[in-house]
């Protein structure tokens, strides 16, 4: 995968540079002799890039989703706010989803290896990334990640990336789909005030249900805000605690796991 | 958001150019930003001075063209402006709006020398 790595760039960049230095030199002649510009300067001149920004990472994305591909491995980046409950989302999925099909979970946090240790606890492989300074995961570190967690052909991969309802949206990490999870806590205008997130994503859980009870949360408009930001997306309302409404997100897992080819028991 | 991530992104781009291209310093910037891609212009503008220090693109000028958002509404079966995710059709008011313009951000092009 990292035949194209920019992690030893900035070696061989130096590198050519010193190297090329006295090539330049002749080049820049004949190329002003050719066009017969003012001979001596350097002028300014435009150079036409059209490069997308994130043309790297999408790059990087690409190279993942064919890895994806080429093993039958369900990728899935699970993105919400910090404490909507996506690692108690992981392990109660995991514990139901276990015995059916080989899972492996990529945890992406600021710092600490906590998350990783809690999956762990579950019996599938995990591997936490620090981002450090970072506010999301990249697609190059995924794919790095993807390098030493060696996922099983046939099998189902959750990264869960890092709690931030803004930066994760635009990083496309070669997965098959984003699934944004909500919590009722939060309040329900969260779509509309993080719409990149909700327009990114094409599952939402809405998670904690089992508080509604003791909330003003309103599900209904909640649901109308997300539809209104992403008419595409599909809601699922649930408890990771309580177990409600968890057979309907396996449901769907299962569904991608068919529409992917991907076998399970 | 993540507006010093997209500048290193910038400034690997400008680096891998100066080789192909064979220039040695880039003067001015040009980025297609458009209204939907959630960047934020003066938080990109303070990043791209923070990263581009030391570099082949130090000091050099950030030129932001605002691309306009546009979404292909649904029911009315055609193009019509948004400035946000969230906005209704302006012409029929459904949320049945696809985006097909506005979210990019591109390097459109440099003034090197």
């Known amino acids: 995968m990292c035949g194209i790595c920019g992690c030893g760039e900035s070696h061989s960049h130096s590198h050519d540079h010193d190297h090329e230095h006295p090539h330049d030199h002749s080049h820049d002649h004949e190329h002003a002799a050719a066009h017969a510009h003012a001979p001596g300067l350097s002028p300014k001149r435009m150079v036409q890039i059209e490069q997308d920004i994130l043309a790297k990472n999408n790059h990087y994305a690409a190279e993942n989703r064919h890895y994806f591909g080429e093993r039958g491995i369900l990728a899935l980046n699970l993105v919400s706010s910090p404490g909507s409950g996506k690692t108690t989302l992981l392990t109660e999925t995991i514990a139901r989803l276990k015995e059916d099909i080989a899972i492996t979970v990529i945890e992406g946090d600021q710092q600490t290896a906590r998350d990783a240790e809690r999956i762990r606890a579950t019996g599938v492989p995990a591997l936490q990334i620090n981002t450090g300074k970072g506010c999301h995961l990249d697609a190059h570190r995924v794919g790095h990640a993807l390098e030493s967690l060696q996922p099983k052909h046939q099998s189902l991969l959750f990264i869960e990336n890092v709690g931030n309802l803004v930066c994760p949206s635009a990083f496309d990490l070669g997965e098959a789909h984003k699934v944004v999870i909500l919590s009722v806590t939060e309040g329900e205008d969260k779509p509309v005030k993080y719409p990149d997130m909700f327009h990114a994503a094409d599952l939402m859980i809405l998670n904690k249900t089992d ?29 990771a605690k309580t177990g409600e409404g968890m057979d309907s997100w396996l449901r769907w897992l299962k569904a991608e796991l068919e529409l992917q080819g991907i076998v399970y028991a | 958001m993540h507006e010093l991530s997209l500048c290193e992104s910038i400034l690997q781009v400008l680096e891998q150019q100066a080789e192909a291209q064979q220039y040695r310093k880039v003067k001015t910037v040009w980025l297609e930003i458009g209204v939907l891609a959630g960047v934020e212009v003066e938080a990109l503008r303070f990043s791209f001075d923070v990263v581009t220090q030391g570099s082949l693109a130090e000091q050099a000028k950030l030129e932001i063209i605002d691309m306009p958002g546009q979404a292909w509404c649904l029911p009315c079966g055609r193009n019509v402006a948004v400035q946000q995710l969230y906005d209704l059709c302006p012409h029929c008011g459904s949320h049945q709006l696809q985006v097909n313009s506005g979210d990019q951000m591109r390097i459109k092009e440099l003034e090197v020398e």
Do not use: E, T, W
């Open chain 1, 211 to 239: 508080l509604l009870p003791y909330l003003d949360f309103d599900s209904g408009q909640c649901i109308q805000y997300a539809k209104q930001v992403n008419p595409r997306i599909k809601i699922l309302p649930l408890s």
